[in-house]
């Protein structure tokens, strides 16, 4: 059943992430220099989206709490942070993207793949170094969320309701998608949206 | 031509939820280790052994969380690595559907052209480098777009903002500065 479950919402995230541009370069491009927001006010709404309906979902006891995986937080995660998004801007590509992108025939995707591999075996190489530095041990309680999630079994940053905090977060991302400029910088008109 | 931003984040938003509500939230870098250590396994087969409960490996990073990453190297036909393969696979069908790149497009995008010409072995220095770091820098974060930014700001995870805020930190000034000619 698991197996199943991969194929049919890993396809369906890669058929997504093209079709709202996240695997083309030119897309996200754009994005980055601010020249047009189409694909940052798609991104945005879609965290809205996601956050309400699992929020939601969790405090009507519809979806289980239990599947919820929070990452810790450390100083590393930033400085990872800046790394992936010097290399994003670069190459036009993150992981999952960079794969799609290979699917739908981008060869540069590929060399992408090929130097993306080589980076995480050099991060495999060096993992030991990084633990020495302490720039691996949390900070802020390490995997916590914003608010206090009930059942979730991760620690609260603050006392706040997780769920409430969630869904209003989840709507202030919907209402930001929104308000979002078609673009920022830059002249001429914006390309269309369709 | 992209789907409109309130259909486009809509489809997007519901796979978010579907991935957590049915399994677990959705992460893509992990997977780049894993095939890193079945390739590594595969000419050395003293890279990943068994012990009484798993898995473990000589390489520290394998070997941690108590071989989680080792016993996904020997079988990675699970979950998690299926999906990453099943994402290309959506790729492949969304972009037949919609007749495909063309062939400059296929080999170095738009935006890069316009700022950059159509040279391709430039191209492709740029896309590996890029991978290089990227990968890296997900690895040491410990997810990526997918992980942090998407999963993790969507459950108000403290390391998704974490993540995000340095992501765009580094990625707006880089892209200023190499894409000045729009496309």
């Known amino acids: ?194 | 031509m992209v789907l409109n931003w309130k259909i486009g984040g809509l489809a997007l938003g519901v796979v978010f939820f579907l991935a957590v509500a049915l399994v677990k939230p959705i992460g893509v870098s992990t997977q780049f280790v894993i095939l890193d250590g079945v390739l590594w396994n595969a000419v050395d087969s003293a890279a990943v052994t068994q012990t009484e409960d798993g898995y473990t490996s000589t390489n520290a990073y394998l070997a941690k969380s108590g071989g989680k990453y080792a016993n996904a190297v020997m079988n990675p036909l699970n979950y998690s690595f299926l999906f990453v393969i099943a994402m290309a696979l959506g790729g492949l069908a969304s972009s037949m559907a919609r007749g495909g790149l063309d062939k400059a497009e296929r080999s170095v995008p738009a935006l890069w052209r316009a700022n950059f010409g159509g040279g391709r072995a430039k191209r492709y220095a740029a896309a590996f480098v890029g991978g290089f770091v990227v990968l890296y820098g997900a690895r040491l974060a410990g997810g990526c777009t997918s992980g942090h930014m998407m999963s993790g700001v969507m459950q108000t995870a403290l390391s998704g903002y974490i993540f995000t805020i340095g992501a765009f930190a580094a990625a707006i000034p880089t892209a200023l500065w190499l894409y000045k000619k729009e496309a």
């Open chain 1, 1 to 194: 059943m698991e197996i199943l479950l991969a194929i049919v919402i890993g396809a369906a995230f890669g058929a997504v992430l093209d079709r709202i541009g996240a695997a083309n370069p030119t897309w996200i491009g754009r994005m980055l220099s601010l020249t047009n927001l189409h694909l940052m006010k798609t991104i945005i709404l879609a965290i809205g989206t996601g956050s309400v309906l699992m929020f939601g979902g969790q405090m009507l006891g519809l979806v289980d709490v239990g599947h919820m995986s929070v990452k810790a937080a450390y100083a590393g995660v930033f400085i990872g942070g800046l790394m992936l998004g010097f290399g994003w801007a670069l190459s036009g590509y993150c992981p999952g993207t960079g794969v799609v992108a290979a699917g739908t025939g981008r060869k540069d995707a590929l060399f992408f793949i090929a130097g993306g591999l080589l980076g995480a075996a050099a991060y495999m190489a060096t993992y030991p170094a990084w633990q020495a530095s302490g720039l691996l041990n949390d900070i802020a309680g390490g995997k916590v969320t914003l608010g206090t999630v009930p059942d979730s079994g991760y620690a609260g940053l603050t006392g706040i309701s997780g769920d409430l905090l969630g869904l209003l977060l989840g709507a202030a991302f919907i209402v930001v998608a929104f308000v979002l400029p078609d673009r920022l910088t830059g002249q001429g008109t914006p390309v269309p949206a369709e």
